[in-house]
Structures are given as structure tokens and as C-alpha cells.
């Protein structure tokens, strides 16, 4: 039957790969040169984070989720704790640690394990045991490592650690999260949030304004919540009927 995780070993192996081709090609880039290619990195993950952002059916759901989640993730002291453990994660590697390290950590981890691809592909090898999809993200994240570690530095490396953790974690969980799988709308919702997250990215890569991102994780699960509720205690607009 083989490993029950092998996409995600995979996504595993590209991002530590195009990190230290990018690490290594960082070094003989200008800086001039490294700013222009972070900000096109920041335009891009503005562009997509607008496209998932507009996925949303119910405007409302979705202004719940990231008020309530983000108000919830700052009182867990999410954000806190992944700066923690980037901190912890420089601290332990020492001189090797250059760059933008624990900005590239926060950055690449929410970038990374954020998104539909993510959650699809590893409900789809969890439920099917295929890892097509996240064959594709595999490519497409060893792609992203090596401009990321090339402008931000090798904390890119400890996202491939985040990445097996937590899309190992949701692969294995996949059979309690089969009715998401199966609901569009649901979808839709958990999508949008992720897009709100990566434009909140996309303003720190291009220094409009951080935020803390990884407090609004909490709303990736509101969102589905909230449309469930949504439909239960909510009107809908029935189709007209003849003579009513």
C-alpha cells in the first residue's frame, strides 16, 4: 500500500531542495536585484490571495471567521509561538541562521501549508491514496523555496519541517474531514480565509503593513463552521414558484 503520507514527503523534499539552491544562489545576487524579485514575490501572493478572497459565497461568514479567529489566535498566542519557534530555530543554528530567517519561517510556513491545493491534496490522499495534487504543490512550492530562500535566507529550510508536520497531521485526520471534502461551499469559505491570510502576506513581502498572520489560522475552521450555521439559521432565496 506504501507510506500513507508520500505527497507530503515529497512536498517535503522539493521545499528543502529549491531552499538551498536558493541559499545558495542568494549569495551571488545583488541586493538591488533580491529586492526587486521580493516584491514581485509580494505582488504575486497579493494576486492570489485576491482570487481565493473573492472565492467566498456569504461576505458575512467570512468577516466572522477573521474576526473572531484572529481575536482567538491572539489570546492561544498563535503568532507568538511560531515566532517562538522561529527564534528558537535561528538561536539553534547560529551562524547559519543569515538573512531574514524567522520573517522566512512566518512567511513560507503560512504560505506553504495555507491554500486549497493543500487542503484537497491531502484530503485526496487520505480518502483515495493519490498524490496528484500534491505532486503539483510539490512542484510549485520548490519552485516559490528557491526565490524565497534566495531573498529571505535559509529559514525557508525549517518550513520543510512545518510542512511535513502539519500536512502529514491533516493527511492522516483526512477521514473525519470527508464531509468538507464533499461540500463546495465549505470549501469555498476555508479558501477565502486562506486568501485573506496570503494578502495579508503579500502586504509584509512588499512593507505595507505586517500583520500577524498566523493568529487568523483559527478561521480557517470558522469558516466552514460559520456557513454550516449560516444555512441552519438563516433564510435562503427559494426559486420562484408559479403562482406564489
Known amino acids: 500500500m506504501g507510506l500513507p503520507i508520500r505527497g507530503t514527503l515529497l512536498n517535503t523534499a522539493t521545499v528543502v531542495v529549491g531552499s538551498l539552491l536558493g541559499w545558495a544562489l542568494g ?3 545583488p ?3 533580491m529586492e526587486i ?3 514581485a514575490l509580494g505582488l504575486v501572493t497579493l494576486g492570489i490571495g485576491v482570487k481565493l478572497f473573492l472565492e467566498s459565497k456569504n461576505v458575512l461568514v467570512l468577516a466572522f471567521a477573521l474576526t473572531v479567529g484572529g481575536v482567538l489566535g491572539w489570546a ?5 509561538g ?3 519557534f522561529a527564534e528558537w530555530a535561528r538561536v539553534s543554528l547560529g551562524p547559519l541562521a543569515t538573512g531574514r530567517f524567522s520573517e522566512a519561517v512566518v512567511t513560507t510556513s503560512i504560505l506553504f501549508c495555507v491554500g486549497p491545493m493543500t487542503l484537497l491534496g491531502c484530503l485526496q490522499e487520505g480518502l483515495e491514496g493519490k498524490i496528484e495534487l500534491l505532486a503539483i504543490k510539490s512542484v510549485l512550492d520548490g519552485v516559490g523555496s528557491v526565490f524565497f530562500a534566495a531573498t529571505l535566507g535559509p529559514g525557508v529550510l525549517v518550513t520543510a519541517a512545518i510542512v511535513l508536520v502539519f500536512q502529514g497531521a491533516l ?3 483526512a477521514g473525519r474531514l470527508r464531509a468538507l471534502a464533499r461540500d463546495p461551499e ?3 469559505e476555508a479558501s477565502a480565509v486562506g486568501g485573506a491570510m496570503l494578502l495579508a502576506i503579500g502586504m509584509g513581502l512588499l512593507e505595507i503593513k505586517r500583520l500577524p498572520v498566523a493568529n487568523y489560522l483559527p478561521a480557517l475552521v470558522l469558516a466552514p463552521l460559520g456557513t454550516v450555521v449560516a444555512r441552519r439559521w438563516l433564510p435562503v432565496h427559494a426559486d ?3 403562482g406564489v
Open 27 to 29: 549569495a551571488r545576487v
Open 31 to 33: 541586493s538591488a536585484a
Open 37 to 39: 524579485a521580493l516584491s
Open 76 to 80: 492561544l498566542g498563535i503568532q507568538a
Open 82 to 84: 511560531v515566532e517562538g
Open 171 to 173: 493527511t492522516l485526520a
Open 186 to 188: 465549505l470549501l469555498a
Open 240 to 242: 420562484p414558484v408559479d
